[in-house]
Structures are given as C-alpha cells and as structure tokens.
C-alpha cells in the first residue's frame, strides 16, 4: 500500500506540473546555448501542446522514482524507528538522502529520456532528434550511444535527489509534526499535508536548482564535434563552467516554473497519497 500509493501519487502529480517542468528544463537550456528564453515566444511557435512534451517519459519516470523515493523512505523510516526506538530530525535526514539517491540511480534511463523530449523541440532544426515517443527515445538511445548514456547526468541527479530526500521527504515528516503541535492539525490531515508540503517544497527548490541544471545539461549534450569530447564531464566540473562562463545565477535560470514543479508536485503528490491512504483505510 505505501509503494502504490506513493507511485500512483507521483504519477498523478506529475501530470499536473509538467508543463512547469518543461518551461522550467526550457529555460535552464535556453541559458545553456546564450539564448533568451521568452514563454510567449515558446508558446507562439511551438504550441501550448508542446508544455506536454515527453509527458508519457514524465509520468513513466514516477512509476520508479516517486515509488522508490517516498516508499523506500517511509519503509527505512519505520524499521529505524524499531531499531533505534525514535525517530528524530537527523535519521530523517539520513533516511531522505540514502532512499532519495537510490531512486535516482533506478529511474536515471526516464529521467534522461524526459529531459530530451522536453527540449528537443527547441533545438534547432539540424540538431534535433525528433523522437515520436517514449519508447522511441529508449531504443534510439540504446541503439545509437550505448546503454550507458540512460545514466548519463545520474551524478548531478543521485545528488539532487538525495537533497530532495532531505529537503522534501525528511523535511515534509517533520513539518507534518511541527505544524500538527505548533498550529494544532491533526497530523496527515489534508489541511496539515498541504502546509508541510509548502513549505519543503520551497526550501528544496532553492537547494537543488543547480543540481538540476547541471543535471539537464549533462542530460542534453552532445560531443563537439573537432574533438569528440563532452562539455560536461561531472557535476563540480559543470557547476563551476556554468559559474565562470555565465555567472552562478546562470544555474538558477527557470527557478520560477522550477518552484511551481517543486512546490506544485510536492503539494498534489502528498495530497494525493494521503487520500488515497485514507480512502485505503476506510475500505478496511
């Protein structure tokens, strides 16, 4: 029940937010290649359908992340608790960061193919790929750079996520406690979630935006052409070429649609998986 939830959650909530996923991973890009990212301009060109874009890889993505994210976390969580005899802010950070990098490495390959989707339509018309869908995207992958390109930007992603585990997971149990004695909720009632899931969800926004864009970088690139060499080689190595060649708020460009994914999917995710817990628990 707590992984089906969780991935059902996950899925539901990315269908609401991946059309500020794909501006957010648009914008970081546009930065990428010295262009100036304009949503109206997107919109005119390419359509208010192409926010779908890769949606299907999205959505695929939370069958394996948001199922080993929030379920190995609430699974960890408990049997520590049993061990230790409590459970405090710092095995919840511990817990969140291990299960957070763990799901990132299993569901790596849809990461990789959501952020191509997303983006593909942006580039320009000689360096596109036109994948005609998720499963296309998986093949050609295979077939024309190797396996080893599904983990390509896994780094910056485990990184990311085990921030996430702490910022978003750890954080939003301990919020639902805080908020359930300091604003007298009752905890994972519907009203308590949605205060605890707001405010993680800001707080891990700021702390893995860089992550991200390197991460969607890595994920995208291509090798030059003369010398057959990537531009990015690792998350410190492309952190700090965004930072020298762009300036370090480079890596925060997108934050806003960034936030609204964050914040939108920690929100309905939690919400989601809390109706659906209590509508499980109703029924027995």
Not at 56 to 77: D, H, P
Not at 109 to 120: C, K
Request: hydrophobic fraction near 45%.
């Amino acid at each position: 029940m707590i992984f089906a939830t969780s991935g059902l959650g996950g899925m539901l909530g990315w269908a609401i937010i991946h059309p500020a996923n794909t501006t957010a991973v648009r914008m970081s890009l546009a930065s990428m290649q010295g262009d100036t990212f304009s949503f109206t301009k997107m919109i005119r060109e390419k359509g208010v359908m192409s926010l779908y874009d890769g949606i299907a890889a999205g959505v695929l993505r939370q069958v394996f992340y948001a199922t080993s994210r929030f379920g190995l976390f609430e699974e960890c969580r408990d049997r520590l608790h049993e061990i230790r005899g409590k459970t405090d802010f710092g095995g919840r950070v511990v817990v969140g960061a291990a299960t957070g990098a763990t799901a990132a490495l299993i569901s790596c390959p849809m990461e990789v193919a959501t952020v191509r989707m997303s983006n593909d339509a942006t580039l320009p018309l000689a360096e596109r790929r036109n994948y005609t869908g998720v499963f296309d995207v998986v093949k050609r992958i295979n077939a024309e750079e190797g396996v080893k390109a599904f983990w390509r930007g896994a780094t910056p992603f485990a990184q990311r996520a085990a921030l996430v585990g702490v910022f978003q997971v750890a954080t939003l149990d301990q919020f639902k406690e805080l908020y359930a004695k300091q604003l007298n909720q009752k905890k994972n009632s519907i009203s308590n979630v949605f205060c605890a899931a707001m405010t993680s969800g800001l707080i891990y926004s700021i702390a893995t935006m860089p992550l991200e864009a390197s991460k969607n970088r890595m994920a995208i690139q291509k090798p030059d052409a003369v010398t057959g060499k990537l531009p990015y080689t690792g998350t410190i190595q492309t952190l700090r070429a965004v930072s020298a060649n762009e300036g370090f708020m480079a890596l925060y460009n997108g934050f806003l649609p960034y936030y609204m994914r964050c914040g939108g999917h920690t929100v309905s995710m939690f919400i989601i998986v809390q109706i659906l817990r209590d509508n499980y628990k109703s029924m027995q």
